[in-house]
């Protein structure tokens, strides 16, 4: 497997384009309350505890990828590590690919099955993943000027709508929400699972790298958060996807409403989420086979992806489960943390893994 380098710039910039799924997807339902404006909070102690999460991460990764690590520490247990990299990137790729299906079948409606645009989305994904990273960091360059670009002119054309009355005290309805929300950022969060898999790939300052996501991404979603409460208020509390509700209320002459900037951003973001994905599949496989990388299981990945998205889209009891925060909080701390510990930990107690 040719394993291209990247800068730490084309990387962080994949993910904060990929991250931006967690804001356009936000509602109350996952949140656990009415009060928008205590989610900004909710993503502040998300991003300390990112930092805390990511820790043994930055152990690992001048020893290799974390699964390699564990293979060659841990002898053939350590194939449990990249088979659970694996699924976890499985169930983060269905959970992100519902949603967005849920959302075209009960909010946009189309007049043609939402399942093809899924299946097109993974398409285009699984196709960019095979040319490797280095091919889904240029695309996501790009991806990141078109979505600044059509954000900027939807938040531009709110924002003269904002209502400072709009505007509710936080924690008036305790810390809960807060908490809630918290979970659901943290649990949304796959950058730690690509960092443990990918960082050995990117050249550069990585430790600034992250700093800068952190800091771009809190700076994005605190400015769609405010302008969500200030321009819908409690309005927002009954919207399934309030980004989207308003990116309707804008209108430029002859385009009307700019929802379709909406939709067209999810569709970006998601293409390089699942392609960035879906290389990292490519890294776990090749860390179990060794030297000689076959390309079916990862085209196999992307058919159980589409496969695991429609039955959580069809089946109410698979459909809560996958999206269901808690558990994918719980998932989301395992790969980013429990794993790379536990093979870094192997790697020192056999000494193995040493720094080259």
């Known amino acids: 497997m040719v394993r291209t380098k990247i800068s730490q710039a084309q990387f962080f910039v994949s993910m904060f384009v990929s991250h931006i799924l967690v ?8 949140t656990g309350g009415e009060s928008i404006l205590d989610n900004i909070v909710s993503y502040a102690i998300a991003m300390i505890a990112a930092v805390i999460i990511a820790l043994p991460i930055w152990l690992c990764q001048k020893r290799g990828t974390v699964p390699e690590l564990a293979v060659k520490s841990m002898g053939s247990v350590g194939y449990i590590v ?13 959970s992100s690919l519902a949603l967005f299906q ?31 990273i280095e091919t889904v960091a240029r695309c996501a360059s790009c991806v990141l000027i078109v979505m600044l670009l059509g954000c900027g002119l939807v938040f531009g054309i709110v924002a003269a709508r904002f209502d400072p009355k709009n505007l509710e005290p936080l924690f008036q309805y305790g810390y809960s929400q807060t908490i809630q929300g918290t979970i659901l950022f943290i649990a949304r969060t796959s950058i730690f699972a690509d960092m443990a898999v990918l960082l050995p790939q990117v050249k550069g300052r990585k430790g600034w790298g992250f700093a800068g ?30 980004v989207y509700v308003l990116a309707a209320l804008t209108e430029v002459r002859s385009l009307q409403r700019l929802d379709a900037v909406f939709t067209g951003v999810w569709m970006m ?15 776990c496989f090749f860390s179990i086979t060794g030297n000689r990388e076959r390309k079916w299981p990862v085209c196999g990945t992307a058919i159980l992806l589409l496969g695991l998205t429609m039955l959580a889209v069809g089946n109410s009891t698979v459909q809560r489960w996958l ?10 701390v395992v790969s980013g943390s429990v794993l790379p510990l536990v093979s870094w930990l192997a790697a020192i107690i056999r000494g193995k893994g040493a720094v080259k």
């Open 269 to 283: 973001g998601l293409v390089i989420k699942l392609a960035m994905d879906l290389y990292a599949c490519r890294v």
């Open 323 to 332: 999206l269901d925060p808690w558990a994918l909080f719980l998932c989301t």
């Open 213 to 242: 996501w952190i800091l771009g991404t809190a700076a994005f979603v605190s400015l769609t958060l405010l302008l969500i409460a200030g321009c819908l208020g409690r309005y927002a509390y009954t919207q399934n996807f309030p």
């Open 82 to 94: 990249p088979a659970a990299y694996w699924l976890y990137f499985v169930l983060a790729g269905s």
């Open 23 to 30: 804001t356009i997807a936000l509602n109350a339902k996952y």
């Open 102 to 132: 849920i959302f075209l079948m009960d909010t946009v409606n189309p007049g043609f099955s939402a399942s093809l645009v899924t299946a097109a989305i993974i398409g285009v994904a699984l196709y960019g993943a095979l040319h490797g």
